[in-house]
């Protein structure tokens, strides 16, 4: 695959690294590594990006790509707790118990109430959730790896099973430097060589996102934001995002993708 896209000047070879061309001209290097044919192989079905035919740059969800989403306002009341896990079960022992620490710290405020549970995708009912649940789903049954940030856990596991709560993600309500560490833990733990995350441009998701070391750890990733074009965003926006998500598990997002209100996304990588 890797020989006929280099070819086709589609994708170019470096000693050391994958480069991208897009309509015959190099447009970035994506990440620099020995390349076997296993190595090319396994980075084209990952997030990397692909030139497309019209000169724009693609990406996808493969099996060495983490997604990252953000939790919702809305939720939905039930009760459907299946197979209880937890994030925490996947991270090393300490940054494990970390994390079980902070969340209990700000049970109250957030007035957690875990008398009812459901895993946090179904939990969730915002647009993002109504419009890309059932990708979400398919996504967990193939084995992707989804996770959520969320104001009341800090990190989930996308069918971590949660109660109702009722607060706002804030990095600040978190301690420094320990939901970075958490998802590099993760990151490492499942082999992951690429994350991509669909979220607000300038939320406090997105900052979270930037603030982990992704390069450190030898890891592409890539924070795809709608952009808010007129009036009501509160609901375009998340649609939008949910949207872009169904996209990305059904097949891939390229950049020159819009949403059913039109809007835009934009792409920053890091």
């Known amino acids: 695959m890797c020989s006929r896209l280099t070819h086709s000047s589609r994708v170019g070879r470096q000693l050391g690294s994958i480069s991208v061309w897009a309509g015959g001209q190099q447009s970035w290097d994506l990440r620099a590594f020995a390349l076997s044919r296993v190595d090319c192989q396994q980075a084209m079905v990952s997030s ?3 030139a497309t035919n019209h000169g724009y740059l693609s990406c996808s969800l493969g099996p060495g790509t983490l997604l990252l989403i953000p939790c919702s306002g809305d ?5 459907e707790p299946g197979q209880v896990g937890s994030i925490c079960s996947a991270l090393d022992h300490g940054l494990a118990e970390q994390l079980k620490h902070a969340r209990a710290g700000i049970r109250d405020r957030a007035h ?17 959730y109504t419009s890309g649940s059932k990708s979400i789903e398919m996504a967990v049954s193939t084995g992707r790896r989804v996770l959520i940030v969320s104001g009341g856990y800090g990190l989930l596991a996308v069918d971590e099973a949660i109660g ?14 320990l939901l970075e560490s958490c998802l590099l833990d993760y990151a490492r733990g499942a082999s992951i060589r690429s994350a991509i995350a669909i979220m607000g441009r300038t939320t406090d998701y997105a900052k979270l996102i930037r603030k982990v070391d992704w390069k450190g750890a030898g890891i592409t990733a890539t924070i795809i934001s709608p952009v808010s074009q007129g009036g009501g965003a509160m609901v375009k926006v998340p649609r939008a995002q949910g949207q872009a998500v169904e996209a990305l598990i059904a097949g891939g997002l390229a950049e020159d993708w819009r949403s059913s209100d039109g809007l835009a996304i934009t792409f920053e990588r890091m």
Request: with cysteine; hydrophobic share 35%; net charge positive.
């Open 164 to 177: 109702m709560y009722d607060m706002r993600f804030a990095i600040r309500d978190w301690p420094r430097g």
């Open 75 to 79: 939720k939905k009341c039930g009760h």
């Open 112 to 128: 957690i109430d875990e008398t009812t549970l459901m895993p946090g995708y179904r939990r969730y009912a915002g647009e993002l």
């Open 48 to 50: 990397f990006w692909m």
